[in-house]
C-alpha cells in the first residue's frame, strides 16, 4: 500500500503562515516519521540556495546561507546531495553513500564518501527547494520512506504556492493566510493539481467530506461547517473517523437517529443518492448527496451538503401559489362559466322571440364575459407551453381565426405563405388574440393585413394606432384602450409568444394604426 502522509502532519503544514513555518512544518513530520540522525531544509532563491531548518545531528539551523555545506571536518553536511535533489528535481535516496548505492535518480549524486552519514534521502519540493534526510547507518530508507517523503514535499510545495498566492493578493506581507487547511486532500502528491483542488475546494458553497475505507476524513471544507450551523478549525476534522463525527453532530439535525443511521446505510449500500433533504435543527434545510468511488488504495466515499433553505421555501410557495390558482380555475370554469352559459342561452331564446335590444345588448355582455373567463384560465392554467410542436400551415390559421373574429364589415388583406414550426393550438390562439385586438380597438369596419417577415409575420390594422408612450404597457394584464376589452388579450399574445421562444413587439402600421410584429418565428419546409 501506498504511504499516506499523517493528518497531523498535514494539517501542521497547512497551517503554515510562511515559509520558514512550513518548512519548521516539514521537518518536524520528517523527525516523527522517518528513521535517521538528522534532516534539513533548503529553499532555492534567484540568489542562491539558502537552509532554512535544520533538525538533530546536522544541527540547528543558525540562519540563512547561500550553501548549507559548513565545509572542510569530520562531520560535512551533506548540501552536495540536496543541490543535486534540486538541480534534478527528482527524489534520491541513496542506502549507503560513498559505496555502490540504490537512487531514484536517473543520474548519480556527487561522490560522497568522506561523509559519515551512510543514507540520505531527499525530495524536491516542487521547484522551490528540498527536504532532506541522513541517517549515520546504511540501509535506513525504505522505499515506502521515500513515497512519503515525497507526498510529503507535494504537500509543501502545495502550501508555498498558496502563500505565493495569498501574497500576490493580499500584499507583501510574508505572514499572508494561505487557503484554509480544511480544502487540502491529503491523498494527493502532485502539488500543482493539488494546490488547484484545495482553492476550488475552499470556495464551493456546498459543504465537502471527503472520507477512505477506513472512514478516516482524508478533505474537508470550511463550508461543511457552515451549513450545519457549527464553528470550528476544519483543519481539525482531517484523520478523523467520519462515522464519529456524524455522532457528535447529530445534535445539530432535527432527526439524529435518522440522521446518523442513514449514514451508516449509505455507506453500506455504496450507491449513490442524490439531494436527500435533512433538516437541520434551526429549521434550516439542507440538501445531501453520497458519491461512493475508489482511489488507488483502496474505496472512498463522498459527502456533499447544501444550504437549500431559500429555494425550498420559494418552490413551496409557488406550490401554494399554483394550488390556489387551480382552486380559482376550478371556480371559474363550474361555478361561474356554466351560470354564465345558462343565462346566455336564455337571453338569446328571449331576443330570438322578442327582437328587444336590451336582450342584444346583454347577449354582446355574456359573449364578453365568456371571452373574459377563456382568458383568464389560459392566464392560470398551464395552457400557454408547447406541447407538439409541428409544420403549421400559417395561412391557414389565419384564415380560420378571421372567420371566428371577423365582421361582415371588416375586410382581410392575407399575404402569407409557407409553414411554420409551432403548437397549431397555441398559435391559433395567438393569432385569433390579434386579430380580436384589431377588431376591438379599431372597430367593425376595420381593414386588417397579414403579412409575413424574414423571421416571422405581422398583424396591422388601420385603426387609431397606440400611442408611442402607451407602447411599453400594453403587453402588460389589465392594459386595454376599448372598453369592450379585458385587458388579457395582448398579455397572453406575449405569453403564448415566449413559449414558443418567439418575440412580440408593435409599432405603426403603413396604414396608420397597430402593427404587431411576432419575429424568431422558425419557417420549415413541407
Known sequence: MTARVEPDVVRDLLRARSVEAAFRAVLDGVERHLPGD??????????????????????????????????????????????????????????????TRSTSTASSPPDASAHRYRSFLGAPVGDRGVVFAVSASPGSFSTSDEAWLVELAGHAAGTLDSLQMAKTDGGDHPESTPPDSGSRRDSLDSAPSTTVLWTVLEHLPIGVVVEDASRTILAANPTLLEVFGTEGDVADLLGRDCGALAEEMRHLVAEPDAFVDRIDELVDRREPVRDEVVEVADGRLLERSYIPYALDDGAANLWLYRDVTERRTRERALEERNERLDAFASMVSHDLKNPLNVAAGRVTLAYEETGNEHLETAMDAHDRMQRLIEQLLTMVRDDASPRQLESVDLRDVVTSCWENVGTSAATLELDVTGRIRADRSLCRQLVENLLVNAVEHAGPGVSVEVGVLPDGFYVADDGPGIPIEDRGRIFESGYSTSEDGTGLGLRIVAELATAHDWE???????LGGARFEVTGVEFVDG
Open 38 to 99: 538528522g534532516a534539513a531544509a533548503i529553499v532555492a532563491t534567484s540568489d542562491g540556495n539558502r537552509c532554512v531548518g535544520r533538525r538533530g545531528t546536522l544541527g540547528p539551523a543558525t540562519g540563512p546561507t547561500s550553501d548549507p555545506d559548513p565545509g572542510p571536518g569530520p562531520n560535512p553536511d551533506p548540501g552536495q546531495l540536496a543541490h543535486e535533489v534540486i538541480r534534478s528535481g527528482q527524489a534520491c535516496r541513496i542506502d549507503d553513500v560513498g559505496a
Open 504 to 510: 412580440v413587439d408593435v409599432t405603426e402600421a403603413d
